[in-house]
């Protein structure tokens, strides 16, 4: 796969082989195993693994080892799962597409030309290709969940502060979630168990999977909900759903409304008057909180350095970020100081923050109608390696429907809906509040089923 996608950052033979031998020692002394013993995992190159290469997808982080695991890796290891690989991303979590790395581009795993999507394009295609069951990414305006839906997977963004963040690098830092890409709902379930709880290092992290109940725990949630959808009330958000799409987007709409319908829900249609506007509010916000975020990345403490000491520390500096960074974070590091900078931020990074609390308002009255919002999760399939990279506007489109998610700070789920007619996979989101990260997961798993008579076996 690795040939053929480019998906990884580093394979971890060694260490893999070690801790898997760990595990089968400990069968073989017929101790109790970890719920998780032996499970491979892939984990996103912007989450620490301790003494693993982890460039966050950055020449500026290249020779970056981490000393230390993230909060939710260490608990995936003391879970018995095991690390197989890191994954490759576009760099810093900044693209759609998964071609902004310094790796190079990952590629699809049906279809080398074409993108996976992104950032999280190498989890993706490591859980679509067969390498692991389960692959963690992170999801700042739609990363775990766009590629999920190119790929044919579930990809799910658990509300905010469902997980600890510390040890990501950082990007967007009141929207960046650790997410999980896999096949199926229960198993999104356990890993989420296992990584969820309070975190000293994470003062946003609730520490509950679902709810104020600390004790609460999805996969019990999932193992104890009805199999189908009776009395689930689906709210289809107009605005997102037509004009704009792909026919073959539409399409997967449908019939997954067919196909829940088919498990017993209800469907509606409801208003998000404003919704249209999240992309670009989502894109301001992104933008000023990356630039604060990566100017950390200096050259002299923080980052590779280019030049020499005795040159000053802005020649350092400027030399070294304008060679660690590339175009995309270059782009995005200015839009987001410029939207910052005295003069502008009342008219642009103040004036989105207000956009997003409409937003959220929005959003919030919407659920007081229906349980689940529903939404195309992209408005299209996986395009062509190179389409977009140089038309940005086009390229943040793509976050159009999944970035409400992020900045209502609700749980979030793509799941797949059939395919297009050249066999590209199409995915459907559906968004729950806050503290139903459980119902989304109900509704994976019924679709699992019940779109199967309706549905292609595509994803």
């Known amino acids: 796969l690795h040939a053929r996608c480019n998906a990884f950052v580093e394979i971890l033979h060694d260490q893999a082989r070690s801790a898997a031998d760990v595990v089968d020692a400990a069968r073989e002394r017929g101790e109790a195993l970890p719920?998780?013993?032996?499970?491979?995992?892939?984990?996103?190159?912007?989450?620490?693994?301790?003494?693993?290469?982890?460039?966050?997808?950055?020449?500026?982080?290249?020779?970056?080892?981490?000393?230390?695991?993230?909060?939710?890796?260490?608990?995936?290891?003391?879970?018995?799962a095991i690390v197989v690989a890191t994954t490759n991303l576009d760099e810093f979590g900044m693209g759609g597409s998964s071609e902004t790395s310094w790796h190079g581009p990952v590629r699809h795993p049906a279809d080398p030309e074409r993108v996976p999507g992104g950032s999280s394009g190498g989890s993706a295609a490591a859980v679509a290709g067969g390498v692991v069951p389960v692959a963690l990414g992170t999801d700042t305006g739609g990363s775990v969940r766009q590629p999920a839906a190119f790929c044919g997977v579930l990809g799910f963004k658990p509300a905010y502060g469902t997980l600890s963040r510390w040890g990501v690098i950082a990007y967007g830092s009141s929207l960046d979630q650790v997410g999980v890409l896999a096949h199926h709902a229960e198993d999104v379930a356990a890993f989420v168990d296992a990584m969820a709880g309070p975190d000293p290092h994470?003062?946003?992290?609730?520490?509950?999977?679902?709810?104020?109940?600390?004790?609460?725990?999805l996969a019990r949630a999932l193992a104890d909900a009805p199999p189908d959808l009776r009395g689930v009330r689906i709210g289809v958000i107009e605005?997102?759903?037509?004009?704009?799409?792909?026919?073959?987007?539409?399409?997967?709409l449908q019939r997954l409304l067919d196909?829940?319908?088919?498990?017993g829900a209800s469907v509606a249609e409801v208003e998000v008057p404003d919704a249209r506007a999240g992309v670009a509010c989502y894109h301001l916000?992104?933008?000023?909180?990356?630039?604060?975020?990566?100017?950390?990345?200096?050259?002299?403490?923080?980052?590779?350095?280019?030049?020499?000491?005795?040159?000053?520390?802005?020649?350092?500096?400027?030399?070294?970020?304008g060679a660690g960074f590339g175009d995309e974070v270059q782009r995005r590091v200015l839009m987001g100081t410029f939207a910052a900078s005295a003069g502008h931020v009342d008219a642009w990074y103040l004036a989105a923050s207000r956009v997003r609390r409409k937003l959220a308002d929005q959003?919030?009255?919407?659920?007081?109608?229906?349980?689940?919002?529903?939404?195309?999760?992209?408005?299209?399939?996986?395009?062509?390696?190179?389409?977009?990279?140089?038309?940005?506007?086009?390229?943040?489109?793509?976050?159009?429907?999944?970035?409400?998610?992020?900045?209502a700070g609700v749980g979030a789920i793509s799941v797949p809906a059939g395919s297009d007619p050249d066999g590209l996979p199409v995915g459907v989101q559906a968004m729950a509040t806050a503290d139903r990260n459980d119902l989304l997961l109900r509704f994976a798993r019924a679709l699992r089923d019940a779109r199967e008579p309706v549905l292609s076996s595509s994803g």
Do not use: W
């Open 35 to 80: 719920p998780l013993a032996g499970v491979p995992v892939a984990v996103k190159a912007n989450l620490c693994v301790a003494g693993v290469r982890t460039t966050a997808g950055s020449a500026i982080l290249r020779d970056h080892r981490p000393p230390y695991d993230a909060t939710v890796v260490r608990r995936l290891r003391e879970a018995g």
């Open 202 to 217: 994470d003062a946003t992290c609730a520490g509950a999977p679902y709810g104020a109940d600390p004790e609460s725990r």
């Open 363 to 407: 959003i919030a009255a919407a659920f007081h109608e229906v349980d689940l919002l529903l939404t195309p999760t992209a408005p299209t399939v996986a395009y062509r390696l190179g389409d977009r990279t140089d038309d940005p506007l086009a390229m943040a489109l793509g976050d159009v429907d999944t970035c409400l998610a992020n900045l």
């Open 259 to 263: 196909a829940a319908r088919e498990a």
């Open 285 to 321: 916000i992104a933008a000023t909180e990356a630039a604060s975020n990566l100017a950390r990345y200096d050259g002299a403490i923080t980052g590779v350095r280019v030049g020499d000491e005795a040159e000053g520390q802005e020649a350092v500096t400027t030399a070294s970020r």
């Open 239 to 252: 605005e997102l759903a037509g004009d704009g799409n792909d026919p073959a987007v539409r399409a997967g």
